[in-house]
């Protein structure tokens, strides 16, 4: 499953004021924009531009695609939209680019929550209550009941939502409107109070408080494991199926690369290895594929508000090759993980026949997995 993400920036944002637009406007010394493209490193990412900040856009990042927007925020989706055809996205999430803080747990909050839905989008209940207003005094009430404040990332399907922006004729306030209005259902998820939207002159004084007051959490994990030869004819690494005069042994199916990186989750978050989520003396595990393990770990990292900065897994032995599989494991451990092949490495090594891989006897697994919260 590929997910890209749409980031809308061709607005002017004059209510802000300045002498550029909000987007562009500094933020903890870079471009809010830095801030709002970084909480989506790593995933296939479509900047939509004014034609006028070309020349800004392709000097904040080389690894996004621009797009120029339209006259209207649904015109400048649509343009984005219409430039991913062809490219294998499955999902899709459209944010605004004056909101640089979505979090990785509320990320992963929609990125869950499409899984049994066409569309799903962030909202936070409304707890105050609202009045109507006219010439400066209070001419009424309004029952709050079922009131959501709408924030984004606001995701879909793919092709749901492009197939709904074809249809549209156009002046939605957002994505959510464009869905509804072709008859998808939106799933509603916890927005998250950080997640503002600059608007105002004001909101730039919270936003520097927000970014001043958060701290990056980092962590770091490895993974080592060994698998001895046995009688067979093919062996399971990093997910792929690869035939081989021997097979590995072990109480599930082996698989000493994904072995090696799930324990690299778990030790990054502190919940020691596959052996404690799912002890061998269980006979339920007894020949389990590895994806049930990996899986798991990396719905743990998601529960926990973490996402995936990098991995690495170097597999030791002689034989098999590993080289003509590698590009197969990269895509094979994204998938199972949910997230973007370009932070999936894999590669191999030799111990120059030295020791028991050397001597054919077994394979090593060694990874390393980066888990970032912010």
């Not at 294998?88 to 640089?100: C, E, F, M, N, S």
């Not at 393990?293 to 090759?321: I, W």
């Amino acid at each position: 499953m590929t997910t890209a993400v749409i980031i809308v920036a061709a607005g002017r944002g004059s209510r802000v004021g300045g002498p550029v637009p909000k987007q562009w406007q500094p933020l903890g010394g870079q471009p809010v924009l830095a801030h709002t493209l970084a909480a989506f490193a790593g995933m296939m990412r479509v900047l939509v531009i004014h034609p006028d900040d070309r020349a800004r856009a392709e000097a904040l990042d080389t690894d996004v695609l621009l797009v120029d927007g339209g006259a209207t925020r649904d015109a400048s989706v649509r343009a984005a939209l219409e430039a991913l055809v062809g490219k294998g996205v499955t999902q899709v999430l459209i944010h605004d680019g004056a909101r640089p803080f979505p979090s990785a747990a509320l990320i992963a909050r929609l990125r869950a929550a499409l899984a049994n839905a066409p569309g799903a989008a962030p909202a936070l209940a409304v707890t105050d209550a609202l009045w109507r207003g006219d010439n400066g005094l209070v001419a009424g009430t309004q029952d709050r009941q079922g009131l959501h404040r709408a924030q984004t990332p606001q995701g879909f399907r793919f092709d749901a939502i492009l197939a709904a922006h074809r249809a549209h004729p156009g002046g939605a306030a957002d994505d959510v409107e464009v869905a509804r209005a072709a008859g998808l259902d939106v799933t509603i998820v916890e927005g998250d109070e950080t997640n503002l939207k600059l608007t105002f002159p004001g909101d730039f004084a919270r936003a520097e408080a927000i970014l001043r007051g958060r701290q990056m959490d980092v962590r770091l994990g490895n993974g080592y494991d060994v698998h001895a030869f046995t009688e067979g004819d093919h062996v399971w690494l990093c997910g792929v199926k690869i035939p081989h005069h021997k097979g590995l042994l072990g109480h599930s199916d082996a698989d000493v690369g994904m072995h090696a990186l799930t324990d690299a989750i778990y030790g990054a978050l502190a919940e020691g290895d596959i052996g404690r989520h799912f002890p061998p003396s269980d006979p339920q595990w007894k020949g389990a594929a590895s994806h049930i393990f990996l899986s798991h770990a990396a719905g743990l990292m998601a529960a926990r508000g973490y996402r995936l900065a990098n991995c690495d897994v170097t597999l030791v032995c002689e034989r098999p090759k590993i080289g003509p599989h590698a590009i197969a494991m990269q895509t094979e451990l994204a998938r199972i993980m949910a997230v973007d092949v370009g932070l999936v490495s894999v590669k191999a090594t030799t111990s120059e026949r030295l020791g028991f891989t050397g001597r054919e006897e077994g394979i090593a697994a060694i990874a390393t997995a980066a888990l970032v919260r912010t």
